[in-house]
């Protein structure tokens, strides 16, 4: 689990393609500090397992389903990215729960200033669209962020100057693809308020039954 509080930019140092998967190499320095095989890292918002450690680089293979999901598909030698670790149980928690399992992508379509705060607007569909509230949260490239506005096709958030500066969300510019998790409380409560579908009637002929009456 994470808390959408990015620890870190880092940036692709290798990408071997598969397929249809994939295998990252990514210099970090952070993330790296008590780091080893088998821990979950947050990139851009998808919780990747460390596969491989290296001096100032972590490797982390990508599935199929992950790729098509995310924006990861996109990146180059050279991406930078925001990385996360999973949260300590003795951490603060600065954000909302986020599990890293991407919901599907949006495209910024309007980036704008207002005072000290910066606007940007993400065009998503509507499975995406349908968990995203006024003042609820939402996670954009693994970043905790609140949402300000919902219209029909998107939605905006308002990001102060420290968030953009400390993550990707600077580099971001019109018509790039962001990885978007939907805050998983309102998922699991729909889920739980669905009712259960109707198990089948069973039916009373049996083949007793039908012996009884001459079959």
């Not at 998967?21 to 970090?28: C, V």
């Not at 603060?92 to 980036?111: L, S, T, W």
């Not at 704008?112 to 949260?137: C, F, H, M």
């Amino acid at each position: 689990m994470f808390t959408g509080i990015v620890e870190e930019i880092g940036s692709i140092a290798k990408i071997q393609k598969g397929r249809d998967s994939a295998e990252l190499t990514i210099f970090a320095s952070t993330v790296l500090e008590d780091a080893k095989v088998g821990d979950s890292i947050a990139v851009n918002g998808v919780c990747l397992t460390v596969t491989a450690l290296r001096s100032g680089s972590f490797t982390a293979d990508v599935m199929h389903e992950t790729l098509n999901r995310s924006s990861l598909s996109q990146l180059h030698s050279g991406s930078r990215v925001n990385l996360e670790r999973a949260m300590p149980l003795n951490g603060r928690f600065g954000g909302h729960i986020v599990a890293g399992h991407v919901d599907g992508v949006g495209r910024i379509v309007e980036i704008r200033r207002d005072d000290n705060a910066i606007w940007y607007t993400i065009q998503a569909e509507a499975p995406i669209l349908r968990y995203v509230i006024e003042k609820g949260s939402i996670a954009i490239d693994g970043i905790s962020l609140t949402v300000a506005k919902v219209f029909a096709d998107r939605f905006s958030i308002s990001a102060i100057p420290h968030t953009v500066e400390v993550t990707v969300l600077k580099e971001r510019k019109l018509g790039d693809l962001v990885n978007l998790e939907n805050d998983v409380i309102g998922k699991y409560v729909e889920k739980l308020l669905q009712p259960a579908e109707a198990a089948p009637a069973k039916s009373g002929i049996t083949k007793e039954f039908l012996a009884r009456y001459g079959y």
